[in-house]
């Protein structure tokens, strides 16, 4: 089911500028390490801030690390969703949790460097709408992929280039680590299944400016993939319903465009009859 982001009113603390969400699913290996490397870099850029970990019920033990780093540091908050998978709506859930003005999501397997959090939140602050840690842009690499997954991701991110903005098309709409503006979300409902919910915010969401940070897609530390068909069959449902929203909308465009022009056209049948008359 789609869903939208709204900001939920916080009672008993105070209100956070910026809310980092990072789902998990079975991280224990990696998460405590990525919650304190994080909290090292935001601390030092002085920002309020918060994190939280959504826990789609890891097996491992990754709630009950968390809960212990959340009872040290109210900042870090634990959300746990019951009987529910999917990476978008694990990020929506967070937002909905938050009412900060800027969102962002980052994974918890260590592949997105915590480093590069200053320059993406400073880019916020340039006035961008969205930060997007990328891999495509100058400077930003894959890592030890295999030809055939960067043939596909570079397949990937071709299918989606008509559907994005003219001017602001991004070189990795599929990263899994942006932060956003929460104005440009509004009200729309966004799809919960999924694993690309950038795509989505870039076609749909109300964006006037982005920019990309380069960054180098690092190896997993500890755990495995959640990379399977699931994904991608979840990916070409998300296109589809994207290509026929945007082909729905041309089409109402054009009604739009042929009502708006048949006053005109009727005023000139009149004034042709009149000299017609004479």
Request: hydrophobic letters at 40%; a positive charge.
């Amino acid at each position: 089911m789609p869903d939208s982001v709204s900001a939920p009113a916080q009672k008993g603390r105070e209100r956070a500028q910026f809310a980092l969400v990072i789902p998990t699913l079975c991280e224990a290996g990696n998460i405590l390490e990525l919650l304190e490397e994080v909290r090292n870099v935001l601390d030092s850029v002085g920002v309020n801030y918060e994190i939280l970990v959504v826990d789609d019920e890891s097996c491992d033990g990754t709630g009950e690390l968390v809960k212990r780093v959340a009872e040290n540091d109210p900042r870090v908050r634990l959300l746990v969703r019951r009987g529910e998978r999917g990476l978008s709506g694990a990020i929506l859930h967070g937002w909905r949790h938050s009412d900060a003005d800027v969102l962002g999501v980052m994974d918890a397997d260590r592949q997105h460097p915590p480093a590069l959090l200053p320059q993406l939140l400073q880019a916020i602050l340039n006035d961008r709408d969205v930060a997007i840690g990328s891999r495509y842009t100058k400077g930003g690499e894959t890592g030890q992929w295999n030809l055939l997954r960067r043939l596909w991701s570079s397949m990937a991110v071709s299918v989606t280039l008509p559907l994005q903005q003219r001017g602001i098309r991004a070189k990795d709409p599929m990263s899994g680590y942006f932060l956003v503006r929460r104005t440009c979300l509004g009200d729309i409902c966004f799809e919960q299944s999924g694993f690309k919910l950038l795509l989505e915010i870039l076609v749909r969401g109300r964006i006037s400016s982005i920019q990309e940070i380069p960054f180098a897609f690092g190896q997993r530390a500890s755990g495995t993939s959640k990379a399977n068909l699931r994904v991608a069959r979840d990916f070409a449902s998300l296109l589809l319903k994207l290509y026929a929203n945007r082909l729905q909308l041309s089409g109402l465009k054009e009604q739009t465009k042929t009502v708006r022009n048949l006053p005109e056209a009727e005023e000139a049948t009149s004034s042709e009859r009149v000299t017609l008359r004479r």
